[in-house]
């Protein structure tokens, strides 16, 4: 009953199994994975033969204390009214579902409930997971969690109310980023005879440098640009048309994903 499940073996879960076991989080005997997939619990058992393989998600629920639900929005319902029945409401049930809130979540299950949203960075142990407690989780079970999910990078509560636009910055930013570095080394490619390829290596490597940057020195943005961007340079000149064009770029763009959001929540 102390064991952690995780009900679905697709991307997200296989990356939380990886990373839980990997880390030393949880040890083999600590987990059980159920997949309605019977291809991904035979890719599961391949992958750690030592892990516990539910053949229902009702024989996971009968089993684990904390039930982690790594499938897709649209299948929460359908599990949930699968597993209820089996529980005895001290279960702990995680949430990896975007648009599914806690009000959903506690209106099907009468226990503690807990939305979690990781990001895809969380593969390398690198990024912040954000953990959004319902009103029935207690300290101890809040402290499970987060420390199941610290093992794949940082943690950070967060407010149902701020939950969305966190996630637009923590799950969503790393396909945003990645899309403003592949911009970036294509503009330069173009002005120049720099081979895309390199070019893109350069962005790449820039940007992780940047970020490490400000990390470890804990300097705002602002006081980097005043270091590199002397009056009248080179840098100063990019800033000044990043400054120009940006803020409408970014706002149309956050009003979109914003939007998008409220159509998956509805979903």
């Known amino acids: 009953m102390d064991c952690a499940g995780v009900i679905g073996y697709g991307h997200m879960g296989r990356m939380l199994v990886k990373g839980f076991l990997s880390s030393g989080a949880l040890c083999p005997g600590e987990i059980v994975v159920a997949s309605r997939s019977r291809e991904s619990r035979d890719i599961c058992a391949g992958a ?6 539910a053949e229902t998600n009702r ?12 499938v897709r929005p649209q299948e929460i319902r359908e599990v949930l009214c699968e597993i209820v029945p089996v529980l005895s409401r001290g279960e702990h049930l995680v949430s990896l579902a975007a648009g599914v809130s ?14 979690v949203i990781p990001t895809v960075t969380s593969a390398i142990g690198k990024g912040t997971t954000l953990v959004c407690h319902g009103r029935r989780v207690g ?11 610290s093992s794949i990078g940082n943690v950070m509560r967060v407010g149902e109310a701020d939950l969305t636009a966190a996630t637009l910055l923590s799950s969503c930013g790393p396909g945003l980023l990645a899309a403003i570095i592949e ?12 081979p895309p390829d390199r070019a893109l290596v350069l962005a790449t490597e820039m940007v992780a440098a940047t970020a490490a940057y400000l990390r470890e020195t804990g300097k705002a943005p602002g006081d980097l640009i005043g270091e590199v961007a002397t009056g009248g340079g080179v840098t100063e000149a990019g800033v000044e048309g990043l400054r120009e064009r940006l803020p409408g770029v970014f706002d149309e763009v956050v009003a979109a994903m914003l939007e998008r959001c409220g159509a998956v929540g509805r979903s």
């Not at 806690?102 to 939305?115: I, K, Q």
């Open 183 to 194: 911009e970036l080394a294509g503009a330069a490619a173009r002005a120049s005879e720099l």
């Open 102 to 115: 806690l009000e959903d979540l506690e209106g099907l299950y009468p226990g503690p409930v807990t939305r």
């Open 59 to 70: 024989e996971l629920a009968r089993r684990c204390r904390t039930i982690i639900l790594a």
């Open 48 to 53: 750690w033969p030592r892990i516990s393989i």
């Open 139 to 149: 300290k101890d079970d809040a402290r499970r969690v987060e420390g199941l999910f």
